[in-house]
């Protein structure tokens, strides 16, 4: 086997796999950006909590959460 044969040979390899690592890790990238944000997000206007829960925060016992975009 010459030195040309056995370079290619290790080499190739670790390309490959290099390649196909960016391109999975593109995929999740763009997987992730189409699930997207939780449709709906609240946030307190005077604690600053946020969840998905709604109107009602947990911190300040109150409804004072309100919708985020
Ligand atoms: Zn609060």
Wanted: charged residues 40%; neutral net charge.
């Amino acid at each position: 086997m010459s030195i040309i044969e056995s370079l290619v040979k290790v080499v190739d390899p670790a390309e490959a796999r290099r390649r196909e690592e960016q391109r999975r890790s593109e995929r999740e990238q763009a997987e992730r950006a189409d699930s997207g944000a939780p449709p709906e997000a609240y946030e307190c206007r005077v604690c600053g909590h946020r969840d998905q829960q709604g109107a009602y925060c947990p911190t300040c016992l109150a409804d004072t959460m309100r919708k985020l975009r």
